[in-house]
């Protein structure tokens, strides 16, 4: 497995915006797809991004599109999601996951411990 742990979360404006990163360690970073996932309290997990091995590929979920961007460096083992015009129902636990390229979660086997993303109004 892939060890990953992220950073750049914290307290915004509505309007704002916050890179997202995620550093990747223990095995090859460009032989996984790499996603972002999100949880807000009482809800379940949901997809956000999805970047294929080589970055050639992304997907978004809709709540999201034309807002966020995910890429990815492999020469620096991290991806990232830059996130801008953020809304406060934005606000989650942000999670990176290292898998097959998908929107289902259980595509992904390496999790990290999440970061904290706060939108106020």
């Known amino acids: 497995q892939v060890q990953l742990v992220e950073s750049g979360g914290g307290l915004v404006q509505a309007g704002g915006s916050l890179r997202l990163s995620c550093a990747a360690a223990?095995?090859?970073?460009?032989?996984?797809?790499m996603g972002w996932f999100r949880q807000a309290p009482g809800k379940e997990r949901e997809f956000v991004a999805a970047?294929?091995?080589?970055?050639?590929?992304?997907v978004y979920a809709d709540s999201v599109k034309g807002r966020f961007s995910i890429s990815r460096d492999n020469a620096k083992n991290t991806v990232y999601l830059q996130m801008n015009s953020l809304k406060p129902e934005d606000t989650a636990v942000y999670y990176c996951?290292?898998?097959?390229?998908?929107?289902?979660?259980?595509?992904?086997?390496?999790w990290g411990q999440g970061t904290q993303v706060t939108v106020s109004s």
């Open positions: 223990g095995r090859t970073f460009s032989d996984y797809a």
């Open positions: 970047i294929s091995r080589g970055g050639a590929s992304t």
């Open positions: 996951a290292a898998g097959s390229f998908s929107r289902l979660p259980g595509s992904f086997g390496s």
